[in-house]
């Protein structure tokens, strides 16, 4: 096997100038997003969700974005799972893309709330039946015997929800609401582009500083 440290590409893709750069993160954002849209990059909305506990404990995983907006950036998750147990103890959290294809990463930082109820009731019912009986058959992140029970549970749940699924309390919509975002781009010999927006105190006003690779 390639030893991993010898495993290394060059970043050629593109550039990123400060002349290329949208007043607000938010349009950048976009950009980008369309690009990686039409530009085939795969799982494009799947996102990476950092969050730390009320002990200092970091976490990460992968949740899919499926609104954004000025308000925020949208994931539907179990509350009782780990990150929904850490979010309640400390609603700070970081979201990180990873393009590949694109040679792009996107990171934008900020503070988690939930969303209301009826958005939250109406992306449930948008899901497919089988994914709504999931969410009801798990409580995301609790450990379980076997498999055999977690499908007994699926099929308990499939034959007593003859017309609509409920959707379990702790299925909710979480938003989060930027702070600072940066935008990478690599480039040749690691000498990469690098923009973080900084919203300024108490204003709609974004500070852009390039910063070293
Ligand atoms: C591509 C991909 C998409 C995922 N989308 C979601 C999602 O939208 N919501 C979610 O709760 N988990 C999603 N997961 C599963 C999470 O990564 C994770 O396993 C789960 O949310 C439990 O995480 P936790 O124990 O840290 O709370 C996804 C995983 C992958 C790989």
């Known amino acids: 096997m390639e030893q991993t440290r010898d495993i290394r590409r060059e970043y050629t893709f593109t550039q990123l100038r400060r002349a290329d750069l949208a007043a607000r993160p938010l349009q950048q954002f976009e950009v980008w997003l369309q690009q990686a849209l039409a530009g085939a990059v795969e799982d494009a909305t799947a996102m990476t969700v950092a969050t730390v506990d009320g002990a200092g404990q970091p976490s990460a995983r992968i949740v899919l974005l499926k609104e954004f907006d000025q308000h925020g950036f949208v994931w539907f998750s179990d509350a009782r799972s780990e ?14 893309f990873y393009w590949r294809e694109m040679e792009r990463q996107i990171r934008i930082r900020g503070t988690v709330s939930r969303i209301s109820e009826a958005q939250t009731e109406a992306y449930f019912r948008s899901r497919p039946r089988a994914s709504q009986l999931a969410a009801a058959t798990s409580v995301q992140s609790q450990p379980i015997e076997s498999r055999a029970q977690l499908e007994a549970r699926f099929s308990a749940l499939e034959q007593s929800s003859k017309d609509q699924v409920t959707r379990p309390d702790a299925w909710r919509g979480f938003c989060l609401v930027p702070e600072a975002y940066e935008f990478w781009q690599g480039r040749e010999s690691r000498l990469h582009d690098r923009f973080r927006y900084r919203q300024m105190l108490d204003s709609d006003t974004w500070l852009i500083e390039r910063l070293q690779p």
């Open 83 to 96: 990150k929904g147990q850490a979010l309640a103890a400390n609603p700070k959290a970081e979201l990180l």
